[in-house]
């Protein structure tokens, strides 16, 4: 589960022409919630992945004329929207994506789900802004190991959560907002020092990362301060 902007996206592209050059897959079917999602994607996302990489991604995916066919090696990329019954019984696969998965319809995914029947992979990649507790990413999230990305201290070495200590973690100083270590409360965190760790180490066939803005390069921190204090619209922030 995923806030925006947080490159999830681009980085389950890489992934899937990784998994096509790489791999046995025969087929790997990539879903989004609207057929304007796929022309969308195609043109804002794949045409320039093969074009800022054409010695190697640009050699690898073979000009199908189609927007929602790509041949990725070996190996055929389909791009679906959810809302056709059509695009979710057409081809079978061994590896499916489900992009923003809470604005599809919930029950296509288990009619997608069936592409997979007769494949011995059965890989399933989701992603998605979470909308409601224990529907669509949020209920698949809590059936995985649920990975937090814990924040080094370089002075006393302890990890903090953001997540789980926000606001607190974000503090007011010398005129900016900083994130704080809540073990000595005495250095400011650097995102990108720091270590996935599962909250539930027992799960082991699941594995689930939650991507959150507060950990993010891109964004800055009394951004998110400031909209959290002055937000009529709690649940959306």
């Known amino acids: 589960e ?24 025969r087929g790997i079917l990539y879903f989004f919630p609207s057929r304007t999602d796929v022309s969308d994607f195609t043109k804002g996302r794949v045409d320039p992945l093969i074009d800022d990489n054409p010695d190697s991604i640009g050699t690898w995916i073979k000009d199908t004329d189609s927007a929602n066919i790509k041949n990725i090696w070996n190996c055929f990329l389909y791009l679906r929207g959810m809302g056709s019954r059509i695009g979710l019984k057409s081809v079978p696969a061994d590896f499916l994506v489900f992009d923003e998965l809470d604005e599809a319809p919930q029950k296509a995914v288990s009619m997608a789900m069936k592409r997979l029947s007769h494949s011995e992979e059965k890989r399933v990649h989701m992603l998605s802004n979470p909308t409601l507790p224990d529907y669509g990413i949020n209920k698949a999230f809590q059936t995985t190991d649920q990975r937090y990305w814990l924040l080094k201290c370089e002075k006393c070495g302890e990890h903090t959560c953001l997540e789980d200590t926000f606001p607190d973690c974000l503090v007011e100083f010398r005129g900016q907002v900083i994130r704080l270590c809540q073990h000595c409360r005495d250095r400011e965190l650097d995102p990108s020092i720091g270590q996935w760790v599962a909250k539930k180490s027992s799960i082991t066939d699941k594995r689930g990362y939650h991507y959150s803005q507060l950990f993010s390069l891109f964004v800055d921190p009394g951004e998110i301060l400031h909209e959290f204090r002055t937000t009529n619209h709690l649940t959306n922030f």
């Open 2 to 25: 995923k806030a925006a902007q947080m490159g999830c996206t681009s980085r389950a592209m890489l992934l899937i022409v990784y998994s096509a050059r790489y791999s046995s897959y």
